[in-house]
């Protein structure tokens, strides 16, 4: 089955540094790949994703990467603030045409990141 | 529009209980999943359903099981409960997916934290 490891564990920033957080998968059959936010006592939250024919996404601040060849995506945080500190997590999915997939994603193990002001 | 419903937040069972998460949904959605969050290992998926009267086995279904009787309800039980299953527990719902490759924005309930002793 797939599997995706994320690195690092912990990042520690300055407020208005940028911050990197690289996953890599193993099943190039892969094709979906977002990124989720964790608050502290909250569920899960959808902030970016990437589709595996395209390279590169933006929104405001945070951009994700995506190195097919290389099998590994990344999420850039520009411009930290102290309200982006939170567990980050990516995953991937193989999301067929037949939709035989159903959303089932494969998690890595999660980043905490800390922007201290 | 509540989103995604979970119930109870905490509990603590004795090994050998059983019990029963509640999670309802009310964005109509035809997917809903269950997973389980340990320390350091990410969300790892246990079950999950595409409809109602269908369910099928995610990556750590072993002491679980799931029903789907309606779109909004999946219920998860725990059957003898074994300290292994101290985790917290998550449940999320999505609907099919949009484009190709298919992505899927997953919403997830606040969580159930649950001890095993």
């Known amino acids: 089955g797939e599997n995706v490891e994320q690195h690092p564990s912990t990042l520690s920033v300055q407020e208005g540094d940028s911050a990197v957080i690289k996953c890599t998968y193993s099943d190039s059959a892969s094709n979906y790949f977002p990124w989720y936010k964790q608050e502290l006592g909250k569920g899960p939250q959808l902030i970016i994703d990437?589709?595996?024919?395209?390279g590169e996404k933006k929104d405001q601040r945070i951009a994700v990467t995506l190195n097919k060849t290389a099998k590994h995506f990344s999420l850039h945080i520009t411009e930290t603030q102290p309200e982006d500190s939170a567990v980050y997590f990516c995953?991937?999915?193989?999301?067929?045409?037949?939709?035989?997939?159903?959303?089932?994603?494969?998690f890595g193990q999660g980043t905490i990141l800390t922007v201290h002001p | 529009n509540a989103g995604v419903t979970q119930t109870p937040k905490f509990r603590i069972l004795k090994i050998g209980q059983s019990m029963t998460l509640q999670c309802a949904q009310d964005?109509?959605?035809?997917?809903m999943y269950w997973y389980r969050q340990d320390p350091g290992m990410g969300l790892k998926l246990i079950y999950y359903?595409?409809?109602?009267?269908?369910?099928d086995k995610g990556e750590v279904p072993n002491g679980y099981n799931v029903s789907r009787s309606t779109t909004e309800d999946f219920p998860l039980r725990l059957e003898l409960a074994a300290p292994s299953q101290t985790s917290v527990y998550f449940c999320?719902?999505?609907?099919?997916?949009?484009?190709?490759?298919?992505?899927?924005?997953?919403?997830f309930g606040p969580g159930t934290r649950l001890t095993v002793t």
């Open positions: 995953a991937a999915s193989k999301a067929n045409a037949g939709g035989t997939s159903y959303g089932k994603l494969t």
């Open positions: 999320a719902s999505s609907e099919a997916g949009q484009g190709f490759p298919m992505s899927y924005e997953q919403y």
């Open positions: 964005m109509n959605h035809n997917y």
């Open positions: 990437i589709r595996s024919n395209v």
């Open positions: 359903s595409v409809g109602a009267g269908i369910t």
